[in-house]
Nanobody
Framework: QVQLVESGGGLAQPGGSLRLSCAASGTMSRILDMGWYRQIPGKDREMVAVITAGGRRSYADFVKGRFTIARDFAKNTVSLQMNNLIPDDTATYYC?????????????WGHGTLVTVSA
């Protein structure tokens, strides 16, 4: 069974920084993509940043230049450094991995961590 443990959410002031971390554990052949998504109440969950098994990074336009995703392949962790936060970044942030089981792929989601940006 795969577990994703997220940490690092909380309250930040506009212009401030937070760093989210996610550690994946469990039985799987390998992890393909690792990423962060966010959801505001009443809205659809949206992609924030994704990093592939090859290290290629993709960012949503609304975080480019402010957020940085990083991955530790040995530890199966992914982090999201969030700088220059704005109130619109307030959301629950979810870690997601795409796990390879040789016979197919499966998405796994964390429980989410709340980020609040407010003065």
């Amino acid at each position: 069974q795969v577990q994703l443990v997220e940490s690092g959410g909380g309250l930040a002031q506009p212009g401030g920084s937070l760093r989210l971390s996610c550690a994946a554990s469990g039985t799987m052949s390998r992890i393909l993509d690792m990423g962060w998504y966010r959801q505001i109440p009443g809205k659809d969950r949206e992609m924030v940043a994704v990093i592939t098994a090859g290290g290629r990074r993709s960012y949503a336009d609304f975080v480019k230049g402010r957020f940085t995703i990083a991955r530790d392949f040995a530890k199966n962790t992914v982090s999201l450094q969030m700088n220059n936060l704005i109130p619109d970044d307030t959301a629950t942030y979810y870690c997601k991995i795409v796990a390879d089981y040789n016979v197919g792929y499966l998405d796994h989601w964390g429980h989410g961590t709340l980020v609040t940006v407010s003065a």
